[in-house]
């Protein structure tokens, strides 16, 4: 018994030759030819929402170096929105950028309070630097539940307005 495979059986010629068919418009593009342009369609404009959501940098749990990170994180974000030329953009990076200046400010202030209150007053310190402390770390709280809800507010209605913290200091100002 062999076991060869049976030999293959010859193309019929009643096959019509590839080049008799019409040929319609080809969807690849010739070899070595660049493909043609492609229509994009544009990017959605641009808001200031995202430099109020930038503020939940300063929630990362390492207490003064999350706060000045955010505030980095903005300074260098506002290049760039004053560089779109969209007024909400460039008006939301700079009311978010005075909160964030604020809210630093604020933090060195409370810090160094504290600092000078208990290094002033000696061992033990009397009992009223102890509620000046928890004054302080109240106040603190508070700040950083302020800081939050702004953040929300300008994170959500950045999209469609300026959004003014009225508590703000004007650190940076409009441009002229």
Do not use: D
């Not at 293959?8 to 593009?29: D, F, N, R, V, W």
């Not at 950028?97 to 630093?104: I, R």
């Amino acid at each position: 018994m062999s076991t060869n495979p049976p030999p293959l059986s010859p193309i019929p010629s009643e096959a019509p030759a590839a080049s008799s068919q019409p040929q319609g418009p080809s969807t690849q593009p010739n070899p070595g030819q660049p493909y043609p342009a492609q229509p994009y369609p544009p990017l959605a404009p641009r808001s200031g929402s995202f430099y109020w959501w930038l503020l939940a940098v300063a929630y990362i749990p390492i207490p003064m170096v999350s706060t000045l990170a955010a505030v980095i994180a903005q300074v260098v974000a506002r290049g760039k929105a004053k560089r779109s030329g969209l007024e909400i953009v460039e008006a939301n990076s700079r009311h978010a950028l005075n909160w964030s200046l604020t809210w630093l400010t604020s933090i060195v202030v409370l810090y160094v309070t504290a600092i000078v209150l208990v290094n002033a007053t000696g061992n033990p310190p009397p009992p009223w630097v102890n509620a000046v402390i928890f004054s302080l770390i109240g106040l603190y709280l508070i700040g950083g539940v302020v800081t939050l809800i702004w953040m929300i507010i300008g994170g959500t209605q950045g999209k469609e307005r300026i959004v003014r913290c009225p508590l703000a200091i004007p650190f940076v100002r409009a441009p002229r």
